[in-house]
């Protein structure tokens, strides 16, 4: 029996009164799991999983965080309660330090063990030893994504989101950010991420979502989904082969 440590239920959530971008969207993560969510450009997963990191208004549904109900907690307070949340971008303080930047996100640590915590994160990312005292802002792309992860991880979350850490990098980088999420996964970490990068992501992960239109559409083993009818259609825009459920443009 797996363990539900993120529990999503008919999420509802916009930016505005009246306009729904989030509606009615469902998941779960379990504990050691890598959950991608999978959609089309504009589909809200972005929106889904800052709703879930408190920074969208939620209007209906509910979060559980390893069964406690975090709906309504402010973005502040979810490190604290296990929730990390990586956003695409601004996820590094380009002007401090790689150190600094780990220092930073500490903050709800103990204080005497944060110098032991900063090494592990080294000895997990050895690309960042070499770079402690580079400003953030000269890492390579790939490295940034890195150091933003380690940021999350320092605090030993209970999940951790991210949203498509491969967007924007060159294919080396983007490589580079895979093989760091393959090496995650080894870890036992639980992961909640959202992807463009639809193949690379269901090779490392364990199951997946299509969200579209703010509804999640379609749901499976991620091994399995990249070949499935149903994602051609709702995610790559292919035509259905027979005619079902309306696929949007
Ligand atoms: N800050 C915002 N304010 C208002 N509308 C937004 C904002 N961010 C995104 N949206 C709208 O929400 C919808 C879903 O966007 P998003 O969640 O970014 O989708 P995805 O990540 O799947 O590409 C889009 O129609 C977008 O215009
Ligand atoms: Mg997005």
């Known amino acids: 029996m797996s363990e539900i440590v993120l529990d999503v239920r008919d999420l509802e959530a ?3 009164p009246g306009v729904p971008i989030v509606r009615g969207a469902s998941i779960t993560v379990a504990k050691g799991e890598i959950v991608v969510v999978l959609g ?3 589909a809200g997963k972005s929106s889904f999983i800052k709703a879930i990191a408190g920074l969208v208004p939620i209007t209906g549904g509910t979060v559980f965080l ?3 109900d975090i709906t309504a907690a402010p973005a502040h307070t979810m490190v604290r309660l296990g929730l990390a949340f990586v956003p695409q971008t601004e996820n590094i303080f380009p002007l401090m330090s790689v150190e600094d930047n780990l220092r930073v996100a500490c903050g709800i640590l103990e204080r005497r063990e944060i110098p032991a915590r900063i090494e592990e994160m080294y000895a997990a ?4 030893v070499r770079q402690r005292r580079t400003a953030a802002g000269n890492l390579s792309g790939g ?3 890195m150091l933003a992860v380690a940021r999350a991880l320092i605090v030993h979350p209970k999940v951790l989101v991210l949203d498509e850490p491969s967007a924007g990098l060159s294919p080396k980088f983007v490589s580079m950010v895979f093989e760091m999420l393959a090496g995650i996964r080894k870890s036992g970490v639980t992961v909640l991420l959202v992807e463009q990068n639809a193949k690379a992501a269901l090779a490392i992960g364990d199951r997946a979502y299509v969200l579209v239109e703010g509804k999640d559409r379609h749901e499976g083993i991620a091994s399995e989904l990249w070949n499935d009818p149903v994602v051609a259609e709702l995610y790559l825009g292919q035509r259905p082969r027979k005619s079902g459920t309306g696929g949007g443009a």
């Open 14 to 16: 916009g930016y505005e």
């Open 40 to 42: 089309p450009n504009g």
């Open 66 to 68: 390893d069964g406690k």
């Open 125 to 128: 990312f050895p690309d960042l």
């Open 143 to 145: 490295q940034r994504q």
